[in-house]
């Protein structure tokens, strides 16, 4: 069984006071938590590197004619 299965198995047991009683608790628990923090997109973690290798033009995702001709003979 789970940590949280016995949690839940508990709280059912009982009455609705007190079950709102551990519902403000575990609110005020989680109010402590360190908030989410926004995690870097790949594009902002690369960007750095956009346009770093030379004799490359440095629009090549956002220049559709530079890849027209790709893979015709």
Do not use: C, W
């Amino acid at each position: 069984m789970t940590i949280e299965q016995a949690v839940l198995e508990q709280l059912r047991t009982l009455p609705p006071e007190a079950q709102q009683e551990a519902l403000d608790f575990v609110e005020f628990l989680a109010s402590r938590q360190p908030k989410a923090t926004h995690s870097a997109t790949l594009l902002e973690a690369a960007s750095d590197l956009i346009g770093a290798i030379p004799d490359l033009p440095p629009d090549l995702s956002t220049n559709p004619s530079y890849l027209q001709s790709f893979g015709q003979s």
